[in-house]
Protein backbone atom coordinates (compact mmCIF):
# COMPACT_ATOMS: atom_id res chain seq x y z
CA UNK A 1 0.00 0.00 0.00
CA UNK A 2 1.31 3.11 -1.04
CA UNK A 3 2.11 5.65 2.01
CA UNK A 4 1.20 9.50 1.10
CA UNK A 5 3.95 10.90 2.83
CA UNK A 6 6.43 9.05 0.69
CA UNK A 7 7.46 10.98 -2.02
CA UNK A 8 9.87 13.88 -1.20
CA UNK A 9 8.88 17.65 -3.02
CA UNK A 10 11.78 16.81 -5.23
CA UNK A 11 10.47 13.31 -6.52
CA UNK A 12 7.24 14.83 -6.71
CA UNK A 13 8.99 17.75 -8.90
CA UNK A 14 10.59 15.36 -11.21
CA UNK A 15 7.67 13.06 -11.88
CA UNK A 16 5.66 16.17 -12.63
CA UNK A 17 9.04 17.76 -14.87
CA UNK A 18 8.84 14.08 -16.48
CA UNK A 19 5.24 14.39 -17.71
CA UNK A 20 5.95 17.76 -18.77
CA UNK A 21 8.84 16.34 -20.82
CA UNK A 22 6.39 14.45 -22.68
CA UNK A 23 3.87 16.70 -23.48
CA UNK A 24 6.88 19.23 -25.12
CA UNK A 25 8.38 15.83 -27.04
CA UNK A 26 4.75 15.70 -28.63
CA UNK A 27 4.09 19.32 -29.62
CA UNK A 28 6.21 18.86 -33.15
CA UNK A 29 8.71 20.91 -34.55
CA UNK A 30 9.64 24.62 -34.25
CA UNK A 31 11.30 27.53 -36.07
CA UNK A 32 13.33 29.92 -33.64
CA UNK A 33 15.84 32.40 -34.40
CA UNK A 34 19.67 33.07 -33.86
CA UNK A 35 20.52 36.84 -32.25
CA UNK A 36 24.02 37.80 -33.01
CA UNK A 37 26.33 39.91 -31.84
CA UNK A 38 28.40 41.71 -34.20
CA UNK A 39 26.49 44.49 -34.73
CA UNK A 40 27.20 48.60 -34.21
CA UNK A 41 24.40 49.74 -33.21
CA UNK A 42 22.67 47.10 -31.36
CA UNK A 43 18.76 47.79 -30.10
CA UNK A 44 18.40 47.10 -26.56
CA UNK A 45 17.22 44.07 -24.97
CA UNK A 46 13.78 45.23 -24.26
CA UNK A 47 13.52 46.60 -27.61
CA UNK A 48 14.77 42.81 -28.86
CA UNK A 49 12.09 41.13 -26.87
CA UNK A 50 9.07 43.39 -27.92
CA UNK A 51 10.53 42.26 -31.60
CA UNK A 52 10.16 39.09 -30.64
CA UNK A 53 6.50 39.38 -29.18
CA UNK A 54 5.58 40.93 -32.05
CA UNK A 55 6.88 38.41 -34.49
CA UNK A 56 5.63 35.78 -32.58
CA UNK A 57 8.91 33.89 -31.93
CA UNK A 58 9.24 31.72 -29.13
CA UNK A 59 12.59 30.10 -29.16
CA UNK A 60 15.63 32.51 -29.41
CA UNK A 61 19.67 31.41 -29.48
CA UNK A 62 22.07 33.80 -28.10
CA UNK A 63 25.36 32.87 -28.96
CA UNK A 64 26.84 33.46 -25.51
CA UNK A 65 25.04 34.33 -22.33
CA UNK A 66 23.85 38.22 -22.30
CA UNK A 67 22.64 38.76 -19.02
CA UNK A 68 20.53 42.00 -19.70
CA UNK A 69 18.96 39.81 -22.28
CA UNK A 70 18.22 37.19 -19.89
CA UNK A 71 16.73 39.84 -17.70
CA UNK A 72 14.72 41.33 -20.51
CA UNK A 73 13.56 37.56 -21.69
CA UNK A 74 12.19 36.75 -17.65
CA UNK A 75 8.58 35.97 -17.72
CA UNK A 76 7.99 35.84 -21.39
CA UNK A 77 7.86 32.40 -21.68
CA UNK A 78 10.52 32.60 -24.91
CA UNK A 79 12.52 29.42 -24.52
CA UNK A 80 16.17 30.33 -24.77
CA UNK A 81 19.22 28.60 -25.91
CA UNK A 82 22.24 29.92 -24.43
CA UNK A 83 25.91 29.95 -25.93
CA UNK A 84 29.31 29.12 -24.35
CA UNK A 85 31.59 31.36 -26.98
CA UNK A 86 34.32 29.48 -27.91
CA UNK A 87 36.70 32.27 -25.95
CA UNK A 88 35.28 30.49 -22.89
CA UNK A 89 35.70 26.95 -24.22
CA UNK A 90 39.34 26.27 -22.59
CA UNK A 91 38.65 27.76 -19.58
CA UNK A 92 35.45 26.09 -18.74
CA UNK A 93 37.18 22.70 -20.86
CA UNK A 94 39.91 22.76 -18.49
CA UNK A 95 38.57 23.17 -14.80
CA UNK A 96 35.24 21.22 -13.33
CA UNK A 97 35.06 24.47 -10.96
CA UNK A 98 34.73 26.76 -13.49
CA UNK A 99 32.23 25.03 -15.66
CA UNK A 100 30.18 25.07 -12.41
CA UNK A 101 30.76 28.71 -12.04
CA UNK A 102 29.58 29.08 -15.76
CA UNK A 103 26.18 27.68 -14.57
CA UNK A 104 25.42 29.30 -11.41
CA UNK A 105 26.13 32.93 -13.10
CA UNK A 106 24.60 31.80 -16.72
CA UNK A 107 22.05 29.57 -16.57
CA UNK A 108 20.74 28.91 -12.65
CA UNK A 109 21.09 32.51 -11.43
CA UNK A 110 17.93 33.10 -13.91
CA UNK A 111 16.11 30.11 -13.88
CA UNK A 112 12.77 29.24 -13.63
CA UNK A 113 11.69 33.12 -14.73
CA UNK A 114 13.96 33.01 -17.57
CA UNK A 115 13.40 29.85 -19.65
CA UNK A 116 16.29 28.32 -20.39
CA UNK A 117 16.27 25.01 -21.86
CA UNK A 118 19.53 24.39 -24.20
CA UNK A 119 23.11 25.47 -23.55
CA UNK A 120 25.42 25.46 -26.72
CA UNK A 121 28.98 24.85 -26.08
CA UNK A 122 30.81 26.37 -28.30
CA UNK A 123 30.52 26.51 -32.36
CA UNK A 124 31.72 24.27 -35.13
CA UNK A 125 35.03 23.67 -32.27
CA UNK A 126 36.51 20.83 -34.54
CA UNK A 127 36.73 22.96 -38.11
CA UNK A 128 36.54 26.37 -36.35
CA UNK A 129 39.01 26.48 -33.55
CA UNK A 130 40.47 22.36 -33.84
CA UNK A 131 43.53 23.50 -31.49
CA UNK A 132 40.34 22.72 -28.94
CA UNK A 133 39.18 19.74 -30.09
CA UNK A 134 40.36 17.88 -27.10
CA UNK A 135 38.15 19.91 -24.31
CA UNK A 136 35.28 19.80 -26.13
CA UNK A 137 33.99 16.80 -24.07
CA UNK A 138 35.34 17.30 -21.04
CA UNK A 139 33.40 21.05 -21.25
CA UNK A 140 30.16 19.37 -22.06
CA UNK A 141 30.46 16.85 -19.15
CA UNK A 142 32.12 19.09 -16.55
CA UNK A 143 28.60 21.65 -17.48
CA UNK A 144 26.43 18.11 -17.09
CA UNK A 145 27.86 17.41 -13.67
CA UNK A 146 27.19 21.08 -12.81
CA UNK A 147 23.55 21.12 -14.51
CA UNK A 148 23.09 17.42 -12.23
CA UNK A 149 24.49 19.23 -8.92
CA UNK A 150 21.71 22.19 -9.26
CA UNK A 151 18.94 19.79 -10.36
CA UNK A 152 18.76 21.37 -13.47
CA UNK A 153 19.54 18.19 -15.67
CA UNK A 154 15.89 17.92 -16.93
CA UNK A 155 15.34 21.71 -17.44
CA UNK A 156 18.55 22.19 -19.66
CA UNK A 157 20.33 20.14 -22.19
CA UNK A 158 24.12 20.03 -23.58
CA UNK A 159 25.08 20.13 -27.05
CA UNK A 160 27.55 21.41 -29.73
CA UNK A 161 26.93 22.82 -32.80
CA UNK A 162 28.73 21.31 -35.75
CA UNK A 163 29.71 22.62 -39.24
CA UNK A 164 28.51 20.36 -42.57
CA UNK A 165 32.58 20.64 -43.02
CA UNK A 166 32.23 18.23 -40.45
CA UNK A 167 30.54 15.61 -43.15
CA UNK A 168 33.71 14.71 -45.99
CA UNK A 169 30.98 14.00 -48.64
CA UNK A 170 27.62 15.06 -47.62
CA UNK A 171 25.94 13.40 -51.04
CA UNK A 172 24.74 11.15 -51.76
CA UNK A 173 23.54 11.07 -47.81
CA UNK A 174 23.46 7.39 -46.93
CA UNK A 175 26.90 7.09 -47.59
CA UNK A 176 27.52 10.37 -45.37
CA UNK A 177 30.54 9.85 -42.94
CA UNK A 178 32.03 12.24 -40.53
CA UNK A 179 35.92 13.71 -41.11
CA UNK A 180 37.87 10.53 -39.88
CA UNK A 181 40.68 12.95 -38.11
CA UNK A 182 37.95 13.81 -35.71
CA UNK A 183 36.63 10.44 -35.10
CA UNK A 184 37.81 9.47 -31.17
CA UNK A 185 36.12 12.98 -29.95
CA UNK A 186 33.08 11.99 -32.23
CA UNK A 187 32.57 8.95 -30.86
CA UNK A 188 32.89 10.44 -27.00
CA UNK A 189 30.66 13.33 -27.99
CA UNK A 190 27.79 11.09 -29.70
CA UNK A 191 28.61 8.55 -26.60
CA UNK A 192 27.40 11.90 -24.20
CA UNK A 193 24.23 12.79 -26.52
CA UNK A 194 23.13 9.80 -26.40
CA UNK A 195 23.45 9.21 -22.13
CA UNK A 196 21.84 12.76 -21.83
CA UNK A 197 18.60 12.38 -24.17
CA UNK A 198 20.65 15.46 -25.85
CA UNK A 199 20.41 16.42 -29.86
CA UNK A 200 22.96 16.46 -32.06
CA UNK A 201 23.52 20.17 -33.16
CA UNK A 202 23.80 20.84 -36.83
CA UNK A 203 24.71 24.46 -38.93
CA UNK A 204 23.07 23.31 -42.14
CA UNK A 205 23.91 26.32 -44.90
CA UNK A 206 22.54 25.13 -48.00
CA UNK A 207 23.89 28.58 -49.44
CA UNK A 208 27.22 27.43 -48.46
CA UNK A 209 26.56 24.47 -50.18
CA UNK A 210 24.76 25.58 -53.32
CA UNK A 211 28.03 28.94 -53.43
CA UNK A 212 30.80 25.63 -53.19
CA UNK A 213 28.79 22.92 -55.48
CA UNK A 214 29.15 25.59 -58.52
CA UNK A 215 26.32 24.37 -60.65
CA UNK A 216 26.30 21.24 -59.42
CA UNK A 217 22.87 21.23 -57.75
CA UNK A 218 20.00 24.07 -59.12
CA UNK A 219 19.46 26.75 -57.24
CA UNK A 220 16.13 25.67 -56.77
CA UNK A 221 16.80 23.05 -54.81
CA UNK A 222 18.58 24.88 -52.40
CA UNK A 223 15.84 27.39 -52.02
CA UNK A 224 13.20 24.60 -51.54
CA UNK A 225 11.39 25.18 -55.04
CA UNK A 226 9.78 22.71 -57.19
CA UNK A 227 12.42 20.98 -59.53
CA UNK A 228 11.76 20.31 -63.27
CA UNK A 229 10.79 16.89 -63.43
CA UNK A 230 13.94 16.15 -65.80
CA UNK A 231 15.52 17.21 -63.07
CA UNK A 232 14.62 15.20 -59.49
CA UNK A 233 17.45 14.34 -57.12
CA UNK A 234 18.01 11.23 -55.59
CA UNK A 235 20.12 9.50 -53.52
CA UNK A 236 20.89 6.09 -55.84
CA UNK A 237 21.58 3.76 -52.97
CA UNK A 238 17.78 4.53 -51.13
CA UNK A 239 16.06 5.31 -54.55
CA UNK A 240 14.50 8.35 -51.94
CA UNK A 241 13.83 11.19 -53.64
CA UNK A 242 15.34 14.87 -52.27
CA UNK A 243 12.73 17.55 -53.23
CA UNK A 244 15.82 20.16 -51.05
CA UNK A 245 19.34 20.62 -49.88
CA UNK A 246 18.46 20.75 -46.36
CA UNK A 247 16.69 17.27 -46.08
CA UNK A 248 20.15 16.09 -47.29
CA UNK A 249 21.97 17.94 -45.39
CA UNK A 250 20.01 16.31 -42.21
CA UNK A 251 20.31 13.29 -43.50
CA UNK A 252 23.71 12.97 -44.27
CA UNK A 253 24.28 13.62 -40.74
CA UNK A 254 22.23 10.73 -39.63
CA UNK A 255 23.87 8.65 -41.78
CA UNK A 256 26.88 9.93 -40.70
CA UNK A 257 25.85 9.10 -36.89
CA UNK A 258 24.97 5.96 -38.26
CA UNK A 259 28.40 5.02 -39.52
CA UNK A 260 29.56 5.38 -35.88
CA UNK A 261 26.66 2.89 -34.59
CA UNK A 262 24.86 5.96 -33.01
CA UNK A 263 20.94 5.99 -33.60
CA UNK A 264 18.04 7.73 -32.33
CA UNK A 265 20.17 11.03 -31.38
CA UNK A 266 17.44 13.62 -32.91
CA UNK A 267 19.28 16.15 -35.32
CA UNK A 268 18.51 20.14 -34.05
CA UNK A 269 19.54 22.90 -37.02
CA UNK A 270 20.85 25.23 -34.90
CA UNK A 271 21.46 27.52 -37.62
CA UNK A 272 19.96 27.90 -41.12
CA UNK A 273 19.28 30.78 -43.76
CA UNK A 274 20.00 32.84 -46.56
CA UNK A 275 22.31 36.40 -47.26
CA UNK A 276 20.08 38.91 -48.58
CA UNK A 277 22.62 41.12 -49.72
CA UNK A 278 26.32 40.01 -51.32
CA UNK A 279 29.34 41.87 -53.30
CA UNK A 280 29.51 41.32 -57.20
CA UNK A 281 30.60 37.99 -56.70
CA UNK A 282 27.97 36.94 -54.95
CA UNK A 283 24.84 37.14 -57.23
CA UNK A 284 22.82 34.55 -55.11
CA UNK A 285 22.85 36.51 -51.89
CA UNK A 286 19.61 38.80 -52.91
CA UNK A 287 16.32 39.73 -51.06
CA UNK A 288 14.35 37.44 -53.12
CA UNK A 289 16.29 34.33 -52.79
CA UNK A 290 16.54 34.93 -48.72
CA UNK A 291 12.73 35.39 -48.68
CA UNK A 292 12.23 32.73 -50.65
CA UNK A 293 14.54 30.28 -48.86
CA UNK A 294 13.49 31.41 -45.29
CA UNK A 295 9.51 31.42 -45.69
CA UNK A 296 9.99 27.74 -47.51
CA UNK A 297 11.96 26.77 -44.59
CA UNK A 298 9.50 27.58 -41.84
CA UNK A 299 7.06 26.12 -43.80
CA UNK A 300 8.78 23.26 -44.10
CA UNK A 301 9.97 22.62 -40.79
CA UNK A 302 6.44 23.04 -39.15
CA UNK A 303 4.79 20.95 -41.62
CA UNK A 304 6.44 18.32 -39.56
CA UNK A 305 7.14 16.14 -42.37
CA UNK A 306 10.64 15.04 -41.26
CA UNK A 307 13.15 13.73 -43.89
CA UNK A 308 13.05 11.65 -46.74
CA UNK A 309 15.19 8.52 -44.29
CA UNK A 310 13.71 9.89 -41.32
CA UNK A 311 9.67 10.93 -41.79
CA UNK A 312 9.19 10.45 -38.18
CA UNK A 313 11.85 12.54 -37.03
CA UNK A 314 10.64 16.44 -37.17
CA UNK A 315 13.71 18.90 -37.20
CA UNK A 316 13.52 21.96 -34.84
CA UNK A 317 15.37 25.10 -36.41
CA UNK A 318 16.61 28.37 -35.64
CA UNK A 319 17.13 30.33 -38.50
CA UNK A 320 19.83 32.44 -39.00
CA UNK A 321 19.13 35.60 -38.25
CA UNK A 322 17.44 38.26 -36.57
CA UNK A 323 19.53 41.00 -37.55
CA UNK A 324 22.49 42.21 -39.71
CA UNK A 325 25.45 41.52 -38.44
CA UNK A 326 27.60 44.42 -40.06
CA UNK A 327 30.94 43.74 -37.72
CA UNK A 328 31.15 40.34 -39.33
CA UNK A 329 34.37 38.92 -41.10
CA UNK A 330 34.34 38.55 -44.80
CA UNK A 331 33.03 38.91 -47.98
CA UNK A 332 29.65 41.61 -48.28
CA UNK A 333 27.11 38.33 -48.09
CA UNK A 334 28.23 37.47 -44.39
CA UNK A 335 27.29 40.69 -43.20
CA UNK A 336 24.05 40.23 -44.62
CA UNK A 337 22.00 37.63 -43.06
CA UNK A 338 19.58 38.95 -40.93
CA UNK A 339 15.58 39.67 -41.65
CA UNK A 340 15.90 42.78 -39.96
CA UNK A 341 18.51 45.70 -40.53
CA UNK A 342 20.77 47.15 -37.28
CA UNK A 343 17.96 50.07 -36.89
CA UNK A 344 15.37 47.06 -36.70
CA UNK A 345 13.56 47.95 -40.31
CA UNK A 346 12.67 44.27 -42.24
CA UNK A 347 14.77 43.76 -44.98
CA UNK A 348 11.70 41.91 -45.89
CA UNK A 349 8.20 40.30 -44.48
CA UNK A 350 8.68 37.15 -43.22
CA UNK A 351 5.92 35.09 -40.85
CA UNK A 352 6.91 32.94 -38.07
CA UNK A 353 3.42 31.02 -37.87
CA UNK A 354 2.44 27.71 -39.46
CA UNK A 355 1.22 28.92 -42.98
CA UNK A 356 1.23 25.23 -44.10
CA UNK A 357 -1.85 25.09 -42.25
CA UNK A 358 -3.89 28.61 -42.02
CA UNK A 359 -7.06 28.31 -43.72
CA UNK A 360 -8.24 31.21 -45.47
CA UNK A 361 -11.14 29.20 -47.81
CA UNK A 362 -13.91 31.60 -47.61
CA UNK A 363 -17.09 29.79 -48.45
CA UNK A 364 -17.95 32.59 -51.32
CA UNK A 365 -14.90 31.03 -53.18
CA UNK A 366 -17.01 27.00 -52.93
CA UNK A 367 -16.66 26.39 -56.59
CA UNK A 368 -13.98 28.76 -58.09
CA UNK A 369 -10.75 27.98 -58.86
CA UNK A 370 -7.82 29.82 -60.00
CA UNK A 371 -6.24 27.18 -62.16
CA UNK A 372 -3.29 27.27 -64.86
CA UNK A 373 -3.26 28.35 -68.84
CA UNK A 374 -2.64 25.59 -70.77
CA UNK A 375 -1.36 27.68 -73.52
CA UNK A 376 1.05 29.26 -71.04
CA UNK A 377 4.65 29.04 -72.14
CA UNK A 378 5.96 26.08 -69.50
CA UNK A 379 9.09 28.46 -69.29
CA UNK A 380 6.60 31.19 -67.75
CA UNK A 381 4.15 28.76 -65.42
CA UNK A 382 7.63 27.51 -63.61
CA UNK A 383 8.57 30.47 -63.04
CA UNK A 384 4.83 31.32 -61.59
CA UNK A 385 4.91 28.06 -59.74
CA UNK A 386 8.28 29.07 -57.99
CA UNK A 387 6.88 32.09 -56.95
CA UNK A 388 3.56 30.55 -55.35
CA UNK A 389 5.82 27.96 -53.83
CA UNK A 390 8.34 30.74 -52.74
CA UNK A 391 7.55 34.27 -51.52
CA UNK A 392 3.68 33.58 -52.17
CA UNK A 393 3.31 30.85 -49.32
CA UNK A 394 1.22 28.44 -51.23
CA UNK A 395 1.39 25.08 -49.32
CA UNK A 396 2.47 22.84 -52.27
CA UNK A 397 3.68 19.82 -50.35
CA UNK A 398 0.72 17.97 -52.28
CA UNK A 399 2.51 18.19 -55.23
CA UNK A 400 5.82 16.96 -53.95
CA UNK A 401 7.05 13.06 -55.28
CA UNK A 402 4.93 10.66 -53.49
CA UNK A 403 1.67 12.83 -52.96
CA UNK A 404 -1.63 12.64 -54.58
CA UNK A 405 -0.78 15.99 -56.63
CA UNK A 406 1.82 15.29 -57.93
CA UNK A 407 2.35 14.77 -61.96
CA UNK A 408 5.73 14.74 -63.14
CA UNK A 409 5.07 15.14 -66.37
CA UNK A 410 2.03 17.76 -66.37
CA UNK A 411 3.19 21.42 -65.12
CA UNK A 412 -0.18 22.64 -65.76
CA UNK A 413 -2.17 20.35 -63.33
CA UNK A 414 0.95 20.60 -60.46
CA UNK A 415 1.02 24.24 -61.18
CA UNK A 416 -2.78 24.77 -60.55
CA UNK A 417 -2.85 23.20 -57.38
CA UNK A 418 -0.35 26.11 -56.06
CA UNK A 419 -2.22 28.70 -57.95
CA UNK A 420 -5.24 28.31 -56.48
CA UNK A 421 -4.07 27.29 -52.70
CA UNK A 422 -2.27 30.75 -52.70
CA UNK A 423 -5.53 32.19 -54.06
CA UNK A 424 -7.70 30.78 -51.59
CA UNK A 425 -5.21 31.85 -49.21
CA UNK A 426 -5.00 35.40 -49.94
CA UNK A 427 -8.06 36.37 -52.16
CA UNK A 428 -9.55 37.86 -48.87
CA UNK A 429 -6.60 40.33 -48.41
CA UNK A 430 -5.96 41.16 -51.75
CA UNK A 431 -4.45 38.14 -53.76
CA UNK A 432 -5.28 37.48 -57.44
CA UNK A 433 -5.12 34.94 -59.91
CA UNK A 434 -3.56 36.29 -62.57
CA UNK A 435 0.62 35.10 -62.12
CA UNK A 436 1.70 37.33 -64.81
CA UNK A 437 -1.37 36.22 -66.86
CA UNK A 438 -0.17 32.43 -66.62
CA UNK A 439 -3.55 31.83 -64.73
CA UNK A 440 -7.41 32.10 -64.73
CA UNK A 441 -10.77 31.48 -62.78
CA UNK A 442 -12.90 28.11 -63.45
CA UNK A 443 -15.88 26.65 -62.15
CA UNK A 444 -14.39 23.19 -63.32
CA UNK A 445 -13.45 21.95 -60.07
CA UNK A 446 -9.74 20.13 -61.18
CA UNK A 447 -9.86 17.72 -58.32
CA UNK A 448 -9.21 14.55 -58.95
CA UNK A 449 -8.87 11.09 -56.72
CA UNK A 450 -7.38 12.29 -53.65
CA UNK A 451 -6.39 15.23 -55.03
CA UNK A 452 -8.69 17.60 -53.39
CA UNK A 453 -8.68 21.48 -54.76
CA UNK A 454 -8.84 24.47 -52.00
CA UNK A 455 -12.63 25.63 -52.86
CA UNK A 456 -14.16 21.80 -54.08
CA UNK A 457 -17.51 21.07 -53.19
CA UNK A 458 -17.39 17.62 -53.66
CA UNK A 459 -16.99 17.53 -57.16
CA UNK A 460 -14.77 14.65 -58.75
CA UNK A 461 -15.27 12.68 -56.21
CA UNK A 462 -13.24 14.50 -53.82
CA UNK A 463 -14.64 14.48 -49.81
CA UNK A 464 -15.93 18.02 -49.70
CA UNK A 465 -14.82 21.52 -48.23
CA UNK A 466 -12.04 23.08 -48.75
CA UNK A 467 -8.26 21.38 -48.93
CA UNK A 468 -5.31 22.89 -48.07
CA UNK A 469 -2.86 19.80 -49.35
CA UNK A 470 -2.86 16.80 -47.40
CA UNK A 471 -2.44 15.34 -43.54
CA UNK A 472 0.20 13.06 -43.56
CA UNK A 473 0.36 10.05 -41.69
CA UNK A 474 2.83 12.13 -39.48
CA UNK A 475 0.90 14.69 -38.47
CA UNK A 476 -1.84 12.43 -37.63
CA UNK A 477 0.78 10.32 -35.78
CA UNK A 478 1.38 13.44 -33.90
CA UNK A 479 -1.91 14.58 -33.09
CA UNK A 480 -2.35 11.03 -32.24
CA UNK A 481 0.21 11.14 -29.53
CA UNK A 482 -1.13 14.24 -28.30
CA UNK A 483 -4.13 13.20 -27.75
CA UNK A 484 -2.58 10.21 -25.67
CA UNK A 485 -0.33 11.92 -23.87
CA UNK A 486 -2.95 13.70 -22.77
CA UNK A 487 -5.51 10.94 -21.40
CA UNK A 488 -1.94 10.05 -19.73
CA UNK A 489 -1.37 13.26 -17.99
CA UNK A 490 -5.07 13.35 -16.85
CA UNK A 491 -4.89 9.95 -15.57
CA UNK A 492 -1.61 9.73 -13.85
CA UNK A 493 -2.02 13.55 -11.95
CA UNK A 494 -3.70 12.08 -9.77
CA UNK A 495 -2.27 9.22 -8.84
CA UNK A 496 1.07 11.43 -8.67
CA UNK A 497 -0.60 14.19 -6.24
CA UNK A 498 -1.89 11.03 -4.15
CA UNK A 499 2.12 9.82 -3.72
Known amino acids: MLDRNSMSPRRLQAVVMLLMLMIFNASGAFVGINIGTQVSNMPSPSDIVSILKAKKIQHIRLVNSDHQMLVALANTGIEVMVGVPNDQLLRVGQSRP ?92 LQFLKSSGSA ?141 FINASAVYSLTFEDVAITTTDSPALRGMFCVAN ?55 SGGTCNFNSTASMSSTDPSHGTCIFAGSTGANGSSGGAASGPVSQDSFASHTQSCWLTHLVAGLLPVVLLL
Not at 131 to 138: E, M, S
Not at 146 to 173: C, E, G, R, W, Y
Not at 205 to 229: C, D
Open 374 to 428: SSAPHSALKQSLDWACGPGSANCSAIQPGQPCYKPDDIVAVASYAFNDYYHRTQA
Open 98 to 189: TAADWINKNVAAYLPATNITYIAVGDEVLTAIPNAALVLVPALQFLQSALLAANLNTQVKLSSPHSMDMITKAFPPSTATFNSTWSSVMSQY
Open 200 to 340: FMLNAQPYYGYVKGQGIFPLEYALFRSLNPNSQIADPNTNLFYTNMFDAMVDATYSSMKAMNFTDIPVMVTASGWPSHGGRNEPAADVDNALAYNSNLIRHVLNNSGTPSQPNNQVSTYLFELFNEDLRAGPDSEKNWGIM
